[in-house]
């Protein structure tokens, strides 16, 4: 059996009960890093079986894993913080696990994207992760332009040292008065929303220097405006023309869709045929 479990993200009550009896019945604790987590099974005063599993874990470890899976042990998955696999290393071991027809079973708990959504009050009926933006800012700007013209928020996360810059890129691409909010160390004792548009918020962060974690959100895009461009009466009676249809029934179609008189309908259309054979 292989947990995977949600641990707090600041504020070590966040841990669940559950959370909590799982990690003391396990018998190995996977581990982003086994130091941090023996801070925080210090703090539930358990002493654990620990093995370290990152995002630079060799193939031999996830292998090892897994072996202890299959010889029935149960296994504990933890990140630094959070949701495991979500921006976090974890996914190659739970689709090992799944392979070698081990029960995978999510514990869940804080996560800072939906955490950070839940009381910004943007509405996240639909919304994007889109985990961290690439640093080099050319890059940025085009990540952020495939991301920002969706009629839902978006969510990242960032490094607090390149949040202002974010922001910049963020006013760029999707407009000065685009909507932002910046969480910043949530549950925990700073916790901060910063809320504006993206340029006024940039410039407020540019005035002091931005410690812990930083989550953005941005909001929705404006609708798109999806109508097709209509053709008019004389463009299609010419795509009509091209099809090789009879000028009558052009002249039919130009009568029932623009309601011209059926005169100018039959003339149009009669133009439509002539300049096709040209
Ligand atoms: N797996 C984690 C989760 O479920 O949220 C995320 C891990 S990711 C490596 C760390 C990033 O999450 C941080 O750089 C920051 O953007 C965001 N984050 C984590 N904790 C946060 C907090 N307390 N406040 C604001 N953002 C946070």
Redesign the pocket.
Known sequence: MLYVV?TP??NLEDLSARAGRVLAEADIIAAEDTRRAAKLLGHLGLSKRTASFHSYSSPERLAELVEELKAGKCVALI??????????PGAELVAAAWQAGCKVVPIPG????V??LSASGVPAGRFMFAG?PPRKAGERRGFLAGLLSAPWPVV????PGRAEDLLRDIAAVGGRERQVVV??????VF?EFVFGPAEEVAAELSQREVK????VIVGPGAPVETAAKQPSASELAAWLAREGLPPGRIAAALTALYGLPRSVAYESARRARASKRR
């Open positions: 949600a993200i600041g990140s630094d913080a959070g949701t495991p696999c979500i921006s976090d804080p996560c800072a994207a955490v950070a961290y990242f996360y960032e490094a969480a910043r160390e949530l549950t925990k916790e812990g974690e930083v989550t």
